[in-house]
């Protein structure tokens, strides 16, 4: 029902069809353990090198994993000349391991960016970040650790986990015990655990350009975290850009179209 709101059965068609671009479900070694993800490449590479688009998911668990409307997304992009790679974390899919909601499942993301620069048919000097809702967390973690990529795009992200916490306790208690649950050490260092988490409290590690996309109605995340993150770029004088859709929800879904069309020119503009 998901995917019949959102996408046509054109789209559906046209991918399913699709006779120059592959879709492969990929397991890949993180930490030792056999993480779960997605590749969408072209199907005949004939020696070219493609800028890599590292797509990282929101949600936790079974909850926004990687499935059709994902999959779509990742063929449009792929039909702009991207390959894509994509991470289920460690423990879904029937992956190994557990899932730690931004603690060493980052490694799964960092991890990808090593395989994309393995892949014959990518070029090494051509990754982006592209993180969605929890995603974005997952973005700004990487990133912190060091990870070299050219630009970063954020839709509906988590700025402030510390913040959406507290709300979400209220809002969607069965989605915040979910989460307490996956963070190993929430019970006895809660509130550090969920600071490390939220890149409101170290904006100067983002040293790369960042795209931020939100919908004014996000049901989710509150739009006043980007709005208030956009604040903290600004006065430590880094290059970012901040797009808000009036009257659009959680991932600016409605305007996806338009969405990753943007992202898509954002990526473009850093190609090296």
Known sequence: ???????SKAEYDRAKTNASTECLRIQYLSDGLKVVGFLVKPRDPEGKRYPVIIYNRGGLQDIGKIDAPNILDFYELAANG????????????GGEGLEEFGGAD??????????A??????????IFFYGVSRGGMMTFLALARGVAVNAAAVVGGIYDMQGLMESGKQRMPGVANRVMKLIPDYSSRGPAALAERSVMQWPEKITVPLLMIHGADD????VSQALVFAAKLSAL???????????EIHEALNNRRDRDARVVSWFRRYLR
């Open 1 to 7: 029902s998901f995917t019949r709101r959102f996408y």
């Open 82 to 93: 991207f390959v894509v790679l994509a991470s289920q974390y460690r423990g879904n899919d």
């Open 106 to 115: 980052v490694g799964d993301v960092v991890t990808l960016v090593s395989l």
């Open 117 to 126: 620069s393995s892949l014959p048919y990518s070029d090494p000097k051509n």
């Open 219 to 222: 049901e989710e995340v509150p």
């Open 237 to 247: 004088r880094k290059e970012y850009a901040l797009i808000l859709y009036a009257k």
